[in-house]
């Protein structure tokens, strides 16, 4: 399953305390260390979409204290560092991680305290976050629609995905992702009316299209009302973005019937395209319009 939220608790290693030496037990005044430092915390983008997987169930993270100072003037060993990986795609609260790998400094470790022979210092806190993590998936193109209206198998006839399909409505749970020539395309699982207030599993899964520049709105030809299907998705999107309806399952239906289709939805003014996935000429035409590096 696609993890794409988690709350946990990060934080960077507690600096070390410093030695207290008092100078009567050690005749000197120049043998108390210092504590070390805490270790930091540094977050990678990775392009494993199911690298937050690893998180679940975790309550913090921490990366390693610093040890206390010793005698000899010796500073304590520094805590190790802890690194951690997400998606491409994610924010910990307001950074954003949207290229792979370059890592980022996210909570910094506590300062050893000083040692002394009269009193010595506590080491310092390191730092920590309440983090909200969460996944958007970066596609460029979204495939949306009802239930049932064809988007995983449109993925799949377009790219090297291999999104499951079924006769039937909500097969798809968790977005799938494909790539046409270098670009991803999502298929966001089936939205239904009330989605945006938390109906069916569209919530979870809306702002993952919120990076998205074009949308295709499938719509199926077996539709015995498509105005209706058109604005039920409509009316659930928070944001006016570039759309291309797509009626899809062509070869279901006579032409006339398509042609109807076509006709009554052209009054919202998006451009309207017709695709099967049994029609391989169509799909390519498709995707070299739509999907050009
Ligand atoms: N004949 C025909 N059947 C299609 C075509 N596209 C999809 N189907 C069938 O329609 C059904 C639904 O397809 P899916 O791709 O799972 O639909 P979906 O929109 O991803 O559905 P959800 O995941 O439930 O939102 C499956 O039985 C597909 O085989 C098409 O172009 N022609
Ligand atoms: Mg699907």
Same mark, same amino acid.
């Given at each position: 399953m696609l993890v794409d939220e988690i709350n946990i608790k990060i934080t960077a290693g507690h600096g070390g305390a410093g030695k207290y030496a008092p100078v009567k037990a050690f005749k000197s005044a120049h043998i108390a260390g210092d504590g070390g430092r805490g270790g930091d915390v540094f977050v990678t983008a990775t392009s494993d979409l199911s690298a937050l997987n690893q998180y679940v169930g975790i309550a913090e993270l921490k990366a390693e204290d610093g040890s206390p100072g010793g005698d000899n003037d010796a500073t304590g060993k520094s805590g190790k560092n802890l690194y951690l990986t997400v998606p491409v795609g994610t924010s910990i609260n307001d950074i954003e991680? /949207?290229?792979?790998?370059?890592e980022k400094l996210i909570c910094r470790g506590g300062l050893g305290g000083k040692g002394g022979n009269f009193r010595a210092q506590a080491g310092l806190p390191g730092e920590s976050i309440d983090a909200k993590i969460v996944l958007k998936l970066i596609a460029k193109y979204g495939l949306i629609g009802l239930p049932n209206a064809g988007k995983s198998s449109l993925l799949n006839a377009l790219t090297n995905s291999n999104a499951v399909v079924g006769a039937y409505p909500f097969t798809t749970l968790e977005p799938n992702l494909g790539v046409l020539n270098g670009q991803i395309i999502a298929d966001i699982p089936g939205l239904i009316k009330g989605a945006s207030l938390g109906r069916g599993l569209g919530i979870k899964f809306l702002k993952h299209i919120e990076k998205v520049s074009l949308l295709f709105h499938c719509i199926s030809c077996?539709?015995? /009302?498509v105005v209706r299907d058109y604005q039920i998705i409509i009316n659930e999107l928070k944001d006016n973005k570039p759309q291309v309806i797509v009626l899809t399952k062509t070869d279901l239906v006579t032409p006339k019937i398509l042609a109807t289709h076509a006709k009554i939805l052209k009054r919202f003014g998006q451009q309207i395209v017709c695709v099967s996935i049994h029609d391989p000429i169509g799909l390519e035409i498709f995707g070299k319009t739509f999907f050009n590096s």
């Open positions: 991680f /949207d290229k792979v790998g370059g077996e539709s015995t /009302d």
